[in-house]
Protein backbone atom coordinates (compact mmCIF):
# COMPACT_ATOMS: atom_id res chain seq x y z
CA UNK A 1 0.00 0.00 0.00
CA UNK A 2 1.85 3.29 -1.15
CA UNK A 3 1.32 6.69 0.69
CA UNK A 4 -0.78 8.45 -1.62
CA UNK A 5 -3.20 5.69 -1.49
CA UNK A 6 -6.75 7.08 0.10
CA UNK A 7 -8.49 4.76 2.31
CA UNK A 8 -12.34 4.64 3.05
CA UNK A 9 -12.98 5.63 6.15
CA UNK A 10 -16.45 6.26 6.60
CA UNK A 11 -18.68 4.77 4.25
CA UNK A 12 -21.48 6.10 2.38
CA UNK A 13 -24.58 5.02 4.61
CA UNK A 14 -22.85 7.05 7.50
CA UNK A 15 -22.43 9.75 5.63
CA UNK A 16 -26.17 9.82 4.78
CA UNK A 17 -26.69 9.18 8.47
CA UNK A 18 -24.86 11.85 9.36
CA UNK A 19 -26.13 14.51 6.60
CA UNK A 20 -30.03 13.67 8.25
CA UNK A 21 -28.10 14.50 11.94
CA UNK A 22 -27.03 17.52 11.06
CA UNK A 23 -30.34 18.65 9.17
CA UNK A 24 -32.05 17.27 12.09
CA UNK A 25 -30.12 18.48 15.23
CA UNK A 26 -28.78 22.02 14.10
CA UNK A 27 -32.66 23.39 13.87
CA UNK A 28 -33.37 21.03 17.16
CA UNK A 29 -30.44 22.66 19.31
CA UNK A 30 -31.47 26.26 18.26
CA UNK A 31 -35.10 25.87 18.78
CA UNK A 32 -34.21 24.26 21.82
CA UNK A 33 -32.09 27.48 22.99
CA UNK A 34 -34.71 29.37 21.75
CA UNK A 35 -37.50 27.57 24.04
CA UNK A 36 -35.00 27.44 27.05
CA UNK A 37 -34.69 31.47 27.21
CA UNK A 38 -37.87 32.39 25.87
CA UNK A 39 -36.89 35.54 23.76
CA UNK A 40 -40.39 35.99 21.99
CA UNK A 41 -43.86 36.39 21.85
CA UNK A 42 -46.24 33.78 22.86
CA UNK A 43 -46.90 33.05 19.01
CA UNK A 44 -43.25 32.86 18.21
CA UNK A 45 -42.54 30.67 20.70
CA UNK A 46 -45.59 28.42 19.79
CA UNK A 47 -43.82 28.22 16.17
CA UNK A 48 -40.54 27.47 17.58
CA UNK A 49 -41.97 24.57 19.37
CA UNK A 50 -43.42 23.23 16.54
CA UNK A 51 -40.37 23.30 14.46
CA UNK A 52 -38.51 21.83 17.75
CA UNK A 53 -41.26 18.82 17.54
CA UNK A 54 -40.71 18.56 13.59
CA UNK A 55 -36.79 18.29 14.07
CA UNK A 56 -37.00 15.92 16.64
CA UNK A 57 -39.59 13.48 15.06
CA UNK A 58 -37.05 14.01 11.81
CA UNK A 59 -33.85 13.01 14.26
CA UNK A 60 -35.71 9.86 15.94
CA UNK A 61 -36.79 8.86 12.55
CA UNK A 62 -33.17 9.05 11.13
CA UNK A 63 -31.84 7.58 14.03
CA UNK A 64 -34.22 3.99 14.51
CA UNK A 65 -33.62 4.34 10.63
CA UNK A 66 -29.99 3.66 10.71
CA UNK A 67 -30.49 1.30 13.49
CA UNK A 68 -32.43 -0.78 11.51
CA UNK A 69 -30.82 -0.93 8.60
CA UNK A 70 -27.42 -0.74 9.52
CA UNK A 71 -27.52 -2.79 12.52
CA UNK A 72 -24.40 -4.32 12.20
CA UNK A 73 -22.60 -0.96 12.13
CA UNK A 74 -24.15 0.34 14.37
CA UNK A 75 -23.00 -2.36 16.75
CA UNK A 76 -19.28 -2.33 15.33
CA UNK A 77 -19.40 1.82 16.44
CA UNK A 78 -20.34 0.62 19.87
CA UNK A 79 -18.29 -1.71 20.42
CA UNK A 80 -15.18 1.07 19.36
CA UNK A 81 -16.39 3.64 21.70
CA UNK A 82 -17.43 1.52 24.73
CA UNK A 83 -13.70 0.15 24.90
CA UNK A 84 -11.26 1.08 27.32
CA UNK A 85 -7.78 0.92 27.29
CA UNK A 86 -4.97 2.37 29.27
CA UNK A 87 -4.04 4.11 26.68
CA UNK A 88 -7.00 5.97 26.84
CA UNK A 89 -6.16 7.23 30.05
CA UNK A 90 -2.78 8.28 28.66
CA UNK A 91 -4.41 9.90 25.60
CA UNK A 92 -6.70 12.16 27.64
CA UNK A 93 -3.38 13.17 29.49
CA UNK A 94 -2.12 15.00 27.05
CA UNK A 95 -5.70 15.94 25.71
CA UNK A 96 -4.48 13.90 22.77
CA UNK A 97 -1.81 16.76 21.99
CA UNK A 98 -4.17 18.98 20.91
CA UNK A 99 -3.38 22.21 23.40
CA UNK A 100 0.38 21.71 22.31
CA UNK A 101 -0.79 21.66 18.58
CA UNK A 102 -2.94 24.22 18.35
CA UNK A 103 -1.26 26.56 21.09
CA UNK A 104 2.27 25.95 20.38
CA UNK A 105 2.41 24.81 17.11
CA UNK A 106 4.22 21.71 18.38
CA UNK A 107 3.55 18.06 17.91
CA UNK A 108 4.26 15.59 21.33
CA UNK A 109 4.24 11.65 21.27
CA UNK A 110 0.38 10.58 21.57
CA UNK A 111 -0.54 6.99 22.37
CA UNK A 112 -1.58 4.82 19.31
CA UNK A 113 -5.38 4.99 18.78
CA UNK A 114 -7.93 2.82 16.99
CA UNK A 115 -10.57 3.76 13.96
CA UNK A 116 -11.73 6.72 16.53
CA UNK A 117 -8.89 8.55 19.23
CA UNK A 118 -10.48 8.27 23.16
CA UNK A 119 -11.64 12.04 22.45
CA UNK A 120 -14.32 10.98 19.91
CA UNK A 121 -14.51 7.97 21.71
CA UNK A 122 -16.50 9.97 24.80
CA UNK A 123 -18.11 11.81 22.14
CA UNK A 124 -19.35 9.01 20.76
CA UNK A 125 -20.55 7.67 24.23
CA UNK A 126 -22.24 10.75 25.01
CA UNK A 127 -24.01 10.94 21.49
CA UNK A 128 -25.32 7.57 21.86
CA UNK A 129 -26.93 8.02 25.72
CA UNK A 130 -27.52 11.58 25.48
CA UNK A 131 -29.28 11.30 21.97
CA UNK A 132 -31.23 8.15 23.60
CA UNK A 133 -32.36 10.45 26.65
CA UNK A 134 -33.20 13.24 24.23
CA UNK A 135 -35.04 11.02 21.37
CA UNK A 136 -36.88 9.26 24.85
CA UNK A 137 -38.11 12.12 27.10
CA UNK A 138 -38.60 14.34 24.00
CA UNK A 139 -40.98 11.83 22.58
CA UNK A 140 -42.80 11.12 26.17
CA UNK A 141 -43.26 14.94 26.66
CA UNK A 142 -44.72 15.56 23.49
CA UNK A 143 -46.67 12.66 23.09
CA UNK A 144 -47.90 11.31 26.43
CA UNK A 145 -47.57 15.01 28.70
CA UNK A 146 -51.30 14.74 30.23
CA UNK A 147 -50.67 10.89 30.81
CA UNK A 148 -47.68 10.61 32.86
CA UNK A 149 -47.50 11.97 36.94
CA UNK A 150 -46.18 15.56 37.27
CA UNK A 151 -43.06 14.58 38.89
CA UNK A 152 -42.16 11.81 35.62
CA UNK A 153 -43.11 15.20 33.67
CA UNK A 154 -40.58 16.95 35.51
CA UNK A 155 -38.28 14.69 35.81
CA UNK A 156 -38.52 14.13 32.23
CA UNK A 157 -37.84 17.63 31.71
CA UNK A 158 -34.70 18.08 33.66
CA UNK A 159 -33.21 14.78 31.84
CA UNK A 160 -33.89 16.52 28.40
CA UNK A 161 -32.65 19.62 29.44
CA UNK A 162 -29.25 18.36 30.38
CA UNK A 163 -28.70 15.97 27.33
CA UNK A 164 -29.66 18.96 25.32
CA UNK A 165 -27.16 20.89 26.84
CA UNK A 166 -24.51 18.35 27.14
CA UNK A 167 -25.01 17.44 23.47
CA UNK A 168 -24.94 21.53 22.30
CA UNK A 169 -21.61 21.66 24.35
CA UNK A 170 -19.88 18.63 22.91
CA UNK A 171 -21.14 19.77 18.94
CA UNK A 172 -19.37 23.02 19.17
CA UNK A 173 -16.22 21.00 20.20
CA UNK A 174 -16.77 17.94 18.26
CA UNK A 175 -17.17 21.20 15.01
CA UNK A 176 -14.49 22.88 16.18
CA UNK A 177 -11.54 19.60 16.24
CA UNK A 178 -13.49 18.30 12.81
CA UNK A 179 -12.72 22.07 10.88
CA UNK A 180 -9.44 21.49 12.39
CA UNK A 181 -8.97 17.93 11.23
CA UNK A 182 -10.12 19.16 7.93
CA UNK A 183 -9.03 15.66 5.53
CA UNK A 184 -11.39 13.72 8.07
CA UNK A 185 -14.01 16.32 8.07
CA UNK A 186 -14.37 16.77 4.04
CA UNK A 187 -14.19 12.69 4.32
CA UNK A 188 -17.26 12.29 6.59
CA UNK A 189 -19.08 15.36 4.14
CA UNK A 190 -17.63 14.47 0.91
CA UNK A 191 -15.83 10.96 -0.26
CA UNK A 192 -15.78 9.11 3.06
CA UNK A 193 -12.02 8.66 2.61
CA UNK A 194 -8.71 9.81 3.96
CA UNK A 195 -5.00 10.05 2.72
CA UNK A 196 -2.98 6.21 4.23
CA UNK A 197 -0.57 8.58 5.78
CA UNK A 198 -2.96 10.98 7.84
CA UNK A 199 -4.41 7.50 8.95
CA UNK A 200 -1.71 5.76 10.12
CA UNK A 201 -0.45 8.91 12.04
CA UNK A 202 -3.72 9.65 13.56
CA UNK A 203 -5.11 5.79 13.81
CA UNK A 204 -2.21 3.34 13.45
CA UNK A 205 -3.69 0.75 15.41
CA UNK A 206 -7.20 0.69 12.92
CA UNK A 207 -4.65 0.75 9.92
CA UNK A 208 -2.51 -2.05 11.48
CA UNK A 209 -5.07 -4.28 12.51
CA UNK A 210 -8.00 -3.49 9.89
CA UNK A 211 -6.58 -1.85 6.69
CA UNK A 212 -3.52 -4.23 6.14
CA UNK A 213 -5.01 -7.13 7.63
CA UNK A 214 -7.72 -6.88 5.29
CA UNK A 215 -5.13 -6.34 2.52
CA UNK A 216 -2.96 -9.14 3.39
CA UNK A 217 -6.13 -11.04 3.37
CA UNK A 218 -7.29 -10.03 -0.27
CA UNK A 219 -3.82 -10.25 -1.78
Sequence with gaps: MHSENMILKHPLSVRIFHYLLVISFLPLALTGLILFFKPFSEGAMNLTMQIHIAAGILLT???????????KR???FLSRVFSVSGNDFKWF?????YPQKLLLHKKIPVP???KYNSGQKLFGVCVFIGGVILIFTGMALWAFPHNLPRGTVALMGHLHTIAAWALTLF???HVFLGVYMFDDFKAMFLHGKIPYEEAKEMAPL????????ISKNKS
Design 93 to 97: AVLGG
Design 61 to 71: LDAFSFFIIGY
Design 112 to 114: PMG
Design 206 to 213: WVEKEIIA
Design 171 to 173: LCV
Design 74 to 76: VVL
